[in-house]
Every structure is written in structure tokens, then in C-alpha cells.
């Protein structure tokens, strides 16, 4: 019985390390995560914001309401683009910039993450065609 005990609360632990919460831009100048407190990041990705230098990527998420930046260094997935769906994973920096560790892009034409496509809903900025 104690074996399953102590087996049962190291499965609880490490799933709450695991919990990542999600955030639309302007959820996110309420909640006011701490830097370095790992989260998922979700909206569109702004017309214009992208900048590329070889691997380092700068880019804003919008959700209409408010915006934020974005640093990445790595490869973007091939259909990451301008005004799609996006749901980005890291922590704010000591500068409000968020470092993203992982983007995560729409992989067809229908399909937007489940996420961003509710909370862009609940604001009426997208619409399914």
C-alpha cells in the first residue's frame, strides 16, 4: 500500500511539471507570468513582424487586442506564415520579450490549432469559412 502511495504522488509530481498553460496576447497582460515560468503562447502571426537573421527568428503574435514578441532560434515548421494560426512554447524574458523553444504551425489548409482558433472565436476576430 505504501509502495502504491508513494508511486501515485511521484506520478502527480511530475505531472505538474509538465503543466504548461496557454495565453492568448492580451490574457497575457493579465495574468503577468514571471520570467523564466513556462507557458504556451497562441495567436496570429502579425503581417510584417517577421524577421529573419539565419536561424534567429523575431516575430509578434496578435490576437487583435494586443501583441507580442517573439524570439526563435531554430527551424520554423514549412507552413509557419504571416496571418496563420500559431501556438508558441517558452517563457517571457527579463525584457517582455517571449524566447520560444517550440512553434507550432497549422499543418494544412483547414486546420487551425484548436486553441487559438476558440480564443480568436470568443473575440470574433476569426471565423471558419
Known sequence: MAFLAVAAGLTFYALGQRTSYFYMPADLAAAIPAPGERFRLGGLVEKGSVDRQGLNVSF??????????????????????????????????????????????????????????????????????
Open 60 to 129: 509578434a503574435v496578435t490576437d487583435h487586442d494586443r501583441t507580442v514578441r517573439v524570439r526563435y532560434s531554430g527551424t520554423l515548421p514549412d507552413l509557419f506564415r504571416e496571418e496563420q494560426g500559431v501556438v508558441t512554447e517558452g517563457a517571457l524574458a527579463e525584457d517582455g520579450v517571449f524566447v520560444a523553444d517550440l512553434v507550432l504551425a497549422k499543418h494544412d489548409e483547414t486546420y487551425m490549432p484548436r486553441e487559438v482558433a476558440d480564443a480568436l472565436k470568443e473575440k470574433g476576430v476569426w471565423q471558419e469559412e
